[in-house]
């Protein structure tokens, strides 16, 4: 099972869409409303971390779930999400270079794990205003993506299954987006042995509605 955490986003259920692509096994959970040990005892193949508003210690469980789980359970953080995986590990998040609101950037990345496969210097959708100061990085996160101007879009941890990206690959504008996510998700089904289905049945809005 896939554990998503809503932070409050109207992304999210763009997600849940590329999330169900995959497998139908998954659920949607407030950042509010799941403590620890419910996760615990849920024990997800994987654990996905939304955008949201705010700052990555303002996101509910966010960071707490990074810290407890993230050293033998997959977990890919998104804008927020990605942010939150910064800060946990010693990052500082600041304010970004450029205000960026549903504008897109070209995003050059290293070819491994979520972007296997993932044309290079791709398109992405970026709306946030913070980001992971790069010169701040501890020496267990490394960088897997960025934009031409050097700008972090992709974190990867270097021993723990904890990946990010401060970039939108929900978004329509977001060129290899559907693959990104999709990478993620079955390698984190794989990792637990679970067999990745596809998408047929319900549809993925309606099974996220169901599981608020």
């Known amino acids: 099972m896939i554990l998503i955490i809503d932070n409050y986003d109207s992304f999210t259920y763009n997600l849940v869409h590329l999330v169900g692509g995959v497998t139908m096994d998954y659920r949607v959970v407030r950042n509010d409303q799941i403590g620890l040990d419910e996760i615990a005892a849920l024990d997800p193949a994987g654990v996905l971390i ?93 960088v897997s993506a960025e934009t031409t101007d050097g700008v972090v879009m992709g974190l990867r941890h270097r021993s723990f299954p904890i990946e990010g990206v401060q970039f939108h690959p929900e978004s329509i504008l977001t060129t290899e987006g559907p693959r990104i996510v999709q990478n993620w998700v079955a390698a984190a089904l794989e990792g637990s042995g679970f067999r990745v289905q596809g998408s047929q049945g319900r549809d993925a809005e309606t099974e996220a509605t169901e599981e608020r």
């Open 50 to 142: 939304s955008p949201g508003p705010g700052r990555p210690d303002e996101a509910g469980v966010s960071e707490a779930v990074i810290r407890q789980f993230g050293e033998t359970t997959p977990i890919f953080g998104v804008c927020l999400g990605h942010q939150a995986i910064g800060e946990v590990f010693g990052g500082r998040v600041v304010h970004a270079p450029t205000l960026m609101h549903g504008k897109t950037s070209t995003v050059r990345h290293d070819g491994s794990s979520v972007f296997e496969g993932v044309t290079q210097d791709f398109t992405a959708t970026r709306y946030h205003s913070l980001v992971v100061d790069r010169a701040s990085l501890p020496d267990v996160l490394e």
